[in-house]
């Protein structure tokens, strides 16, 4: 279990983020104030969860912005792609309250624990499960959904019922049902907070499931 930490002062967890709202935003590859625009309709809607991904240090200044802009209402702001230590140095610096990795790495888990930091490591394989679990790991990203299928979720409810997992990779307003459905605990989308067409339709999912 993490510690609570400066940048994470109320003990953030994945159950209270997700807590009701059965999506996560995902701000990747924008500028500080479009990222900061968008996170701010995410939260207008109900999401608590906005993760923006730190792939270089201009990324984790976006993230910095992000985070400044969450606090003034107090809402936590994840960091993703946390991939290494550097990544997680930028993570901690920026005051994200949570990381999120696309794959299943133990120095990363361990390190994100140590910052107080919940982790969110991304598995596809039964045996990533297994082995994220013995790292202490509760909630787990299945990634990339879009690829797996929804089928995945659904034969992944036998052996790891307990397991609630989030449903991240081409997921957007017109497809995140139907994996809801089948098993996932949350879809993490992006282009659907961008996308007029798709808004409306997220407004009604994150209504409409408890």
């Given at each position: 279990?993490?510690?609570?930490?400066?940048?994470?002062?109320?003990?953030?967890?994945?159950?209270?983020?997700?807590?009701?709202?059965?999506?996560m935003a995902i701000l990747r590859g924008m500028s500080a104030e479009r990222s900061v625009e968008l996170a701010s309709r995410a939260w207008d809607l109900g999401i608590e969860c906005v993760e923006v991904p730190v792939q270089s240090e201009e990324a984790a200044r976006v993230l910095e912005a992000v985070v400044?802009?969450?606090?003034e209402r107090g809402k936590p702001v994840g960091?993703?792609?946390?991939?290494?230590?550097e990544r997680l140095s930028w993570a901690v610096a920026a005051g994200a309250a949570f990381t999120v990795a696309p794959g299943l790495n133990a120095a990363v888990v361990r390190a994100s624990a140590t910052a107080g930091l919940?982790?969110?490591?991304?598995?596809a394989t039964p045996?990533?499960?297994?082995?994220?679990?013995?790292?202490?790991?509760?909630?787990?990203?299945?990634?990339?959904?879009?690829?797996?299928?929804?089928?995945?979720?659904?034969?992944?409810?036998?052996?790891?019922?307990?397991?609630?997992?989030?449903?991240?990779?081409?997921?957007?307003?017109?497809?995140a049902a139907a994996y809801l459905d089948a098993g996932a605990r949350v879809v993490a989308v992006g282009s659907a907070l961008e996308d007029p067409a798709q808004l409306s339709r997220l407004t009604d999912l994150v209504r409409e499931r408890p």
């Open positions: 279990m993490a510690t609570v930490t400066d940048n994470n002062p109320a003990g953030t967890t994945f159950d209270t983020l997700f807590a009701g709202v059965p999506v400044a802009a969450g606090a960091a993703g792609t946390v991939t290494s230590a919940p982790h969110l490591p991304g598995v045996t990533d499960v297994q082995a994220a679990r013995g790292l202490g790991l509760d909630w787990l990203k299945a990634f990339p959904a879009s690829v797996l299928g929804v089928e995945w979720f659904r034969a992944m409810r036998g052996p790891f019922p307990e397991v609630p997992f989030v449903a991240t990779g081409g997921m957007d307003a017109g497809n």
